[in-house]
């Protein structure tokens, strides 16, 4: 009997030394059991990387827009223009002054780029004729974008104020320089004749003058009219 005690003893101890081992073996602490509430969830913080790489494949949706003819277009002039510098057909560019929205949408950002031509250049002349410059834009880039628009606008100009009461001014002043002079040598005679010789000499100096040219200078804003509509593609916002 006593030897059967010391048997049971001595298995007690050899099984308690087992698990001692084997805890001490797991960090003195034995694995949680993995339940099955916890076993159909994804690792902490996969979540918000699935649902921000969803985002990021999710292609931008567009939406056409028309911007009807007869829309005032707000642009700053890029390059000056001038009745004496200018020539036909050199290229103009500007931007827009602030966004274009039709029917509450945006169609077209603050800073969307315009280009075009010079269509007339002309310079005053000598006898009759003011001078006159034009620009007329065909192009049309969205801000932030590369593809371009055709459009059509109204060309916009200047013509140069009219000279003729300053030259009536400039002929007449010498005309009655002369009649003065004239009949102070000459009497009646004398004045006619000097009237004619003034008269001359101030037409000769309005012929032989070009009148003052006109321009746009570079940073100036002009409002620019679209001839006909123009339809542009805008990204559609998660609010839309």
């Known amino acids: 009997m006593r ?57 931008v949706e567009w939406r056409d827009v028309t911007i009807p003819a007869g829309t005032h277009l707000p642009v700053i002039l890029e390059t000056s223009v001038g009745s004496d510098t200018s020539r036909v057909e050199e290229p103009v560019r500007a931007h827009l002054a602030r966004a274009i929205s039709v029917n509450g949408q945006e169609a077209l950002a603050e800073g969307s780029r315009l280009s075009g031509v010079v269509t007339d250049a002309t310079q005053s002349a000598k006898v009759k004729g003011l001078a006159h410059v034009a620009v007329r834009f065909d192009t049309l880039v969205p801000s932030g974008e590369e593809e371009r628009y055709t459009i059509q606008t109204a060309a916009v100009g200047r013509t140069a104020p009219s000279t003729k009461k300053k030259d009536a001014i400039v002929i007449g002043a010498p005309a009655a320089g002369g009649a003065i002079i004239g009949g102070l040598l000459g009497g ?41 509509s123009v339809q542009v593609r805008v990204p559609v916002s998660s609010g839309n």
Do not use: E, W
Request: hydrophobic share 45%; proline share 5%.
């Open 3 to 59: 030897f059967l005690m010391i048997g049971l003893l001595s298995a007690g101890v050899s099984v308690g030394a087992c698990n001692r081992a084997d805890t001490a073996g797991n960090g003195n602490r034995p694995p949680d059991a993995l339940s099955f509430a916890d076993a159909g969830k994804a690792p902490v913080g996969t979540t918000g990387a699935m649902s921000n790489a969803g985002a990021a494949a999710r292609p």
């Open 188 to 228: 009646k005679k004398g004045a006619a004749a000097g009237a004619a010789i003034g008269g001359g000499a101030g037409t000769a100096v309005v012929l032989s003058t070009h009148g003052k040219p006109v321009g746009f200078a570079r940073g100036v804003a002009v409002r620019v009219r679209l001839a006909q």
